[in-house]
Nanobody, 126 residues
Framework: VQLQASGGGLVQPGGSLRLSCKASGFSLDRYGIGWFRQAPGKEREGLGCIGMRDINIKYGDSAKGRFVISRDNAKNTVFLQMNSLEPGDTATYYC????????????????????WGQGTLVTVSS
C-alpha cells in the first residue's frame, strides 16, 4: 500500500494548484481518502475527505469554498484543487488512506487513517 502526493510548488497569492494523490497496491475507490496539511511549527490539519464512490465528501473550515476534492478511478488518483491561495496556505500537503470506505465523523483526526503519502510542499508567495 503506497500513496504518493504530487503537484506542489510555488504559486502567487490568488493562484491555483491541483495536487494529486496516486495510489499503488490498492484501489483508491474502495476507501475514504483524506487530505491534510502541516505548516512549520503547527499541527497537521485536516482539509477534507472523499468517500468511496464519492459516497460522502467532507471539508474542513480552511478548505470550504476554496478547495475541491475529486477522484479519477481510472487513474487510481484523488485530487485536491486549491483556488484563491493565500500565504497562510503554505504547508506540506499529505493524502491518507482511511481504514474505512467512507469519511466518518472523525475524518479530520490523523488516527482515522491507516497509511500516508510522503507529502508535497506548497508555497504561496509573491
Amino acid at each position: 500500500v503506497q500513496l504518493q502526493a504530487s503537484g506542489g510548488g510555488l504559486v502567487q497569492p490568488g493562484g491555483s494548484l491541483r495536487l494529486s494523490c496516486k495510489a499503488s497496491g490498492f484501489s483508491l475507490d474502495r476507501y475514504g481518502i483524506g487530505w491534510f496539511r502541516q505548516a512549520p511549527g503547527k499541527e497537521r490539519e485536516g482539509l477534507g475527505c472523499i468517500g468511496m464512490r464519492d459516497i460522502n465528501i467532507k471539508y474542513g473550515d480552511s478548505a470550504k469554498g476554496r478547495f475541491v476534492i475529486s477522484r479519477d478511478n481510472a487513474k487510481n488518483t484523488v485530487f485536491l484543487q486549491m483556488n484563491s491561495l493565500e500565504p497562510g496556505d503554505t504547508a506540506t500537503y499529505y493524502c491518507a488512506k482511511d481504514y474505512d470506505y467512507y469519511c466518518g465523523s472523525n475524518w479530520y483526526v490523523k488516527n482515522a487513517y491507516e497509511s500516508w503519502g510522503q507529502g508535497t510542499l506548497v508555497t504561496v508567495s509573491s
